[in-house]
């Protein structure tokens, strides 16, 4: 009998906060996952939802007031909680690779493209600067990125926002991780370029079989580009899935909510329905549900106790109390004092 494959990343119970004057801020707040070899995980939420914090607690590239609290990251079966920086340096760039939101600020204004995308070969590899010039042209190519060799001598500000952003991602594949996380890689490019930023890392993923962390709060690039997703809300995990599970059978109310937010043909010459409210502040967190004050199925128990996460199918869980009252209703579920006070509240 064949043994199952370990998970190529394993975060459990991860916790990373912000130390600041007016409290400690719980950014991620337990959460936990796993990501396979070749396949595309995508982390939805709206900002603050503690999305780039995930990331950014893989590198261990926190702000100086940001800690990991508590939990485990395991790469390729190796603890990256608590290790030194020197291990760290060896894992970021060779094992995992972060492509930025804005690749404007992402890359130096004073220093070429060449130079930059060189220096970070250097860095992480064993190549001289012949060889770290070769490879920097043939990453260049990879991203489809037209005259390589005249663009090696160019700055930053000589380039377009999506040619800025084929350079970030030729930097982040150039030592050829394991684990390409995009943070928002397409935020601030054009419907057009967007679209070919994102069949390029597709054909990419594909071709070098990496896999891919996509952070985004933009559902339409989750349903091109990703295999299972996670929702995230105030630092926690409200539900998790499959993608065709997460987008037609949706089992959250925070995640029913952004969908609906989505414009579609059928909501043509009708008004969007927003997520009423505003998220919620961090330095506070309730003790209920944290998006029950913007729910507007909320019931009392919301409000007073989180609901633990619930197994929707093998590949479908979700945090929610209205699973509980709709399984009550059914007749799956029989503990009636599971959703006690399940009026609205």
Known sequence: MEMEREPLLKVRDLHTSFFTPAGEVKAVN?????????????????????????????????????????????????????????????????????????????????????HQLMEAIMLHTDRNRAQARERAIEMLRLVNVNEPEKRMKQYPFEHSGGMRQRVMIAMALACEPDILIADEPTTALDVTIQAQILELMKALQEELGMAIIMITHDLGVVAQMCDEVIVMYAGSICEQGTAEEIFYNPKHEYTKGLMRSIPTADTA???????TGTPIDLLNMPEGCPFAPRCSNAMKICLKQRCERMRINDDHFAACWMNVKEGIESG??????????????
Do not use: C, W
């Not at 936990?32 to 995508?42: C, E, I």
């Not at 010459?269 to 997520?275: C, R, S, T, V």
């Not at 799956?332 to 509240?345: L, S, Y």
């Open 332 to 345: 799956m579920i029989e503990r009636e004092e599971d959703v006690k006070g399940g009026e609205d509240a």
């Open 30 to 114: 337990g959460i936990s996952f796993n990501l396979d070899r070749g396949k595309v995980l995508g982390i939805v939420g709206e900002s603050g939802s503690g999305k780039s914090v995930t990331a950014y607690s893989i590198m261990q590239i926190l702000a100086s007031t940001g800690k990991i609290v508590s939990g485990s990251i395991k790469l390729d079966g190796q603890e990256l909680v608590g290790v030194d920086e020197s291990v760290m340096k060896t894992v970021r760039g060779n094992k995992v690779s972060i492509i930025f939101q804005d690749p404007m600020t992402s890359l130096n204004p004073t220093y070429t493209i060449g």
């Open 269 to 275: 010459g009708h008004k969007l329905q927003p997520i």
